[in-house]
């Protein structure tokens, strides 16, 4: 059955810190994707980045870098040089678009992020 | 371009009222998903439409649910005879589907509390 784990419920660095949010996931579809959201205090998730499961290079958007590697079924985050305003909870989330989710999304529980000054 | 747009933004609503929900998804987006998130958890799927037709629907979605699309524009989510239970935010996103795949974009959610 398809799932995604977010084993971090919590993490609190001090801003300028680099941060890692895990997200691991499980699959039987070899066509899927994977996707990082941000959920600021504010309730509106907002997209930060969609990965399909044919490719495996790694993205950088700023101080932002995303590492998928199939072989561990991971697809973690890093948030580089940290800031207050990075504070939110980030979710993880696969979508199985020929699978039996066929296209909406499964999320993971989500991680709180809190970047103190 | 104005995004996925959710209205109310908050509604307190005593138990067994019935309640309704509207979406305004991104003009262009031809799919429409209702989604249920409860605090501490990830959003939960409830529901979708491509264009008018509602394709799928969770378990989650009781009796006491119901959804439209009509004309595949504005969707709205009714609840029934609520219940302390269905207190939540209902998110809405939309996005296009195609052959390269689909990105979700959210609405700010509804939050609904039932008393």
Redesign the interface.
């Known amino acids: 059955a398809q799932k995604v784990t977010q084993a971090q419920t919590e993490i609190s660095v001090v801003e300028k810190e680099d941060v890692t949010l895990d997200c691991v996931y499980e699959t039987r579809d070899t066509t899927y994707y994977l996707f990082w959201y941000k959920q600021p205090p504010s309730g509106e998730l907002v997209f930060l980045i969609r990965r399909n499961s044919f490719d495996e290079q790694n993205e950088i958007s700023g101080r932002y870098s995303w590492n998928f590697q199939k072989s561990t079924s991971s697809f973690n985050f890093t948030i580089t040089a940290s800031q207050v305003v990075d504070s939110a909870v980030y979710f993880c989330a696969l979508s199985e678009p020929y699978g039996g989710s066929q296209g909406n999304l499964i999320f993971g529980k989500g991680t709180k992020l809190s970047v103190k000054p | 371009d104005t995004g996925v747009s959710q209205n109310p933004r908050h509604k307190i609503t005593k138990r067994g009222q019935n309640v309704t929900f509207r979406c305004d998804p991104i003009s262009e987006h031809n799919?429409l998903?209702w989604?249920r998130q409860t605090l501490?958890?990830?959003?939960?799927?409830l529901t979708?439409f491509q264009n008018e037709a509602q394709?799928?629907k969770s378990r989650l979605l009781s009796d006491r649910f119901s959804a439209e699309r009509p004309k595949g524009s504005f969707s709205t989510l009714e609840i029934q005879r609520t219940e302390q239970g269905d207190s939540a935010?209902y998110?809405c996103?939309s996005s296009f589907?195609s052959r390269g795949?689909?990105?979700?974009?959210?609405?700010?959610?509804t939050?609904l509390l039932v008393l």
Do not use: I
Not at chain 2, 101 to 109: I, K, L, M, R, S
């Open positions: 799919r998903y989604y501490g958890q990830g959003p939960e799927f979708y394709l799928e935010m998110l996103a589907s795949g689909e990105t979700q974009y959210f609405g700010p959610g939050r």
